[in-house]
């Protein structure tokens, strides 16, 4: 069964750096997310990837986040400069994306940890 | 703006017995649609159901039921005959279609513990 497969699964980061979270979404879905959940808390949603570009952001998603899609499977999210706010789960997800409700069912991978010291 | 409201942080129960689950959700638009998530302890997401705001029908997957009721803004989860692999957070989460975005509204969560 495909599945959205995300890298690395922990990440340590020592705080004002730069790092990178990899996704691959399932092969023929066209919708990309990144959500994050601070732990013990709810899962937020950060931003949506359509058609090669943003298509919403959160309040969350500051100039510090940015999305991209390198070539046409990996889905990657870099926050330039991290804070230790930034420390939290982060979940790509990927849903199909065609007319119909079953296109909102959204996929989500294993999660990478962001630990920021 | 929409809304997911799980009211219970933390249902315990004991292995066999029935456990619901609550959400009740806010929006202003007259199509959305209703998601359950469960989280076990080593930490993915799992999606369980999907729902449409036009399609009322209960339905029962095995151990699984869900009860959406319109009128009370309201999509409950039972669990029956619970077992301990049923412990986890589960998320109750709403999606509507207003142009491209489609991100998920989720609830805080319900943590279910099932004891043995």
């Known amino acids: 069964e495909p599945e959205v497969t995300q890298t690395p699964s922990h990440q340590v980061t020592q705080m004002g750096q730069e790092v990178i979270l990899r996704c691959v979404p399932i092969?023929?879905?066209?919708?990309f997310y990144w959500y994050r959940q601070i732990l013990g808390q709810k899962v937020e949603f950060l931003v949506s990837f359509y058609n090669n570009e943003i298509s919403e952001k959160s309040e969350i998603f500051d100039d510090q986040f940015s999305v991209e899609r390198p070539d046409g499977s990996n889905f990657t999210l870099k926050i330039r400069s991290t804070k230790l706010e930034d420390s939290a789960m982060y979940f790509c997800?990927?849903?199909?994306?065609?007319?119909?409700?079953?296109?909102?069912?959204?996929?989500f991978g294993p999660g990478t940890r962001l630990t920021v010291t | 703006a929409q809304k997911v409201t799980q009211a219970q942080t933390e249902i315990s129960v004991v292995e066999k017995e029935d456990v619901t689950l609550d959400c009740v959700y806010e929006?202003?638009?007259?199509?959305?649609?209703l998601f359950w998530y469960k989280q076990p302890p080593s930490g993915e997401l799992v999606f369980l159901i999907r729902r449409n705001s036009f399609d009322e029908q209960n339905e029962i997957s095995g151990r699984y039921s869900w009860n959406f009721q319109k009128s009370t803004s309201s999509f409950n989860f039972t669990i029956t005959a619970s077992q301990v692999v049923d412990s986890a957070v589960y998320f109750c989460?709403?999606?509507?279609?207003?142009?491209?975005?489609?991100?998920?509204?989720f609830g805080s969560g319900t943590q279910l513990t099932v004891l043995p």
């Open positions: 997800a990927s849903s199909l994306g065609l007319a119909g409700a079953v296109s909102y069912e959204q996929y």
């Open positions: 989460a709403l999606s509507v279609p207003s142009g491209s975005a489609r991100q998920l509204t």
């Open positions: 929006t202003r638009d007259t199509t959305y649609y």
């Open positions: 092969s023929n879905h066209l919708y």
